[in-house]
C-alpha cells in the first residue's frame, strides 16, 4: 500500500525517539520512507520499527534509504560476518561450535556513538532483533541536542570553538583493539580523529554536543589536567537520566539511531542467553563545527 494515512508516529515519551506503526520494510514506498525519515528528524535521531519479520537483505534495502552502506568491519576471526553480504555486521554473544557467531558478546558496553574516532564517521545504524533473551541487553540512547542545550551557559561558552580527539584503541565494550596500546605516554600519541565539540546537524541545523567516547579522549587546547576537568564535565552532564531513553527489545524491532546527535549503550546480560541481532551502518559526512564554534 503505497498511501501514507496508516502510518502512525507515536513518541516515546522519553527524551528521544518514536515508534513507526502501519509499515512493512519490505515493501516500503519513496513516500512511507519520507514519514519515517522525518520522524527521525523530528524526533531527535531515534525511531522504532517493531514487528519487522523480514530477510537480512531487506534490512540492507531498507539501510540503503538513508544513504550508502558502510562495509561490515572484519570479524576477530578475521572472516566477514556473512561474506554473501560485505555489508551486514551481526551483533551476538552466541557461539556455536567453538565459533563466534557476531561481535560484542555479552558485556556492557559504555556510551558512545559509533566509529567516532574515524575522521568520517557514519551517520545511521540500524539495528533489527532476531533472537533475544529474557531479559538483559537493553539499549540506551541520549539526546545531545538537549545535552547542549541545557548545559550551564558558561560552559556552553567555554566549549565553544574547542575540538576532541576522539580515542580508537578500544571499542565500545572496553577491550583494546587488536595493534593498539593500553597506554600511551604521549598524548599526541593516542590514536583517532579529532572533531569539534559542538556540531550542527546537516539535515536539522540544530547544534549538539559531539562527545563520541571516552575512554583516552582529550581536549588538545588543554593541558591534560584541564581537558580531564572538562571532559568529566561534559561526560556527567549528557549522561543524566533525564536526557535518555531506554529499547528494551521484542523480536522484529527495527531500531534506527543517528549518530550524529545521540550516543548509546547497552547493558549486560547473562552469557549463557543467546541474543542476535543483524546491524547496518550508513556513511556519514566530516562532522561541521556549529556556526559560533567556527
Known sequence: MSSTSSIRVVPTGGALGADIWGVNVETLTDSQFDVIHRAW?????????????????ALLDFAARFGELDLAPISTSGDLYRPDLPHLT????????????????HYESAWHTDMSYNPVPPKASILHAQELP????DTGYCNMYTAYETLPDEVREQIQGMTCKHDSSRNSVGEVRAGFKETYEDRGEVPGAVHPLVCTHPETGRDCLYLGRRA???????????????????????TQDHLHWYQKWRLGDIVVWDNRCTMHRRDALDPRARRLLNRAQVKGEIPTPASRAA
Do not use: M, Y
Not at 535521531?45 to 537483505?57: D, I, M, N
Not at 583516552?216 to 549528557?238: G, M, Q, V, Y
Open 90 to 105: 551481526v551483533i551476538s554473544n552466541i557461539v556455536e561450535n567453538g565459533k563466534e557467531l557476531g561481535a560484542l558478546g
Open 134 to 137: 529474557i531479559a538483559g541487553g
Open 216 to 238: 583516552l579522549a582529550f581536549i588538545p587546547d588543554l593541558t591534560e589536567k584541564e581537558s580531564d576537568r572538562l571532559l568529566h564535565t561534559l561526560w556527567s552532564h549528557a
Open 41 to 57: 528528524c523530528d524526533h531527535d535521531g531515534v525511531v522504532r520499527l517493531p514487528g519487522q519479520f523480514g530477510s537480512a537483505e
